[in-house]
């Protein structure tokens, strides 16, 4: 490679790994899959709270923080609790900003948690929680 190529390999490079964190580089959801979309807005609006594989996010990473939520590959979340963990701001209200998503998006994000979380629960679910299929 010459170095002006080289050059310009690396600068793009830098902006990949700049974007990470707050972009959809890190979803492994297929772009033809219905919960795209879901894990795309996961992956711009949660990620800097909560681990979620398939949305690329690693916002647990330290839970010595007080803003960090839980893991969600460790959590089995329904449809029901992830929506209302969105409109109502987690299950306790106290950290969690409420609606960061709303309507349609809040949703797709529901689904799309509802779909992917818990794939490494070792835990039982909460009572009244449905295990994953
Ligand atoms: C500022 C940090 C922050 C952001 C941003 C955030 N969360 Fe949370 N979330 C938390 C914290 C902290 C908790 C745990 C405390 C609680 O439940 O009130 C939590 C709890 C949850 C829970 C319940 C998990 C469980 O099993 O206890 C779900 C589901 C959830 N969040 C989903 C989301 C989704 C979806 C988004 C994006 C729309 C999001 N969170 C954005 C901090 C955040």
Not at 23 to 52: I, K, Q, R, W, Y
Not at 72 to 88: G, P, V
């Amino acid at each position: 490679m010459r170095p002006a190529l080289i050059t310009a390999t690396v600068v793009i490079a830098a902006l990949g790994l700049a974007a990470c964190g707050f972009g959809e580089e890190g979803v492994s959801v297929a772009e033809n899959d219905p919960n795209h979309g879901g894990a795309a807005l996961f992956a711009t609006h949660c990620s800097g709270c909560h681990t979620l594989s398939a949305a690329g996010t690693q916002g647990s990473g330290s839970r010595g923080l007080r803003t960090q939520g839980p893991n969600l590959d460790q959590r089995i979340e329904t449809y029901d609790d992830a929506l209302f963990a969105i409109q109502n701001g987690g299950f306790s209200g106290a950290i969690m900003p409420a609606n960061i998503v709303v309507g349609d998006e809040a949703d797709e994000v529901a689904r799309f948690v509802a779909e992917y979380a818990g794939d490494e629960a070792e835990e039982s679910p909460r009572p009244g929680a449905q295990p994953a299929p």
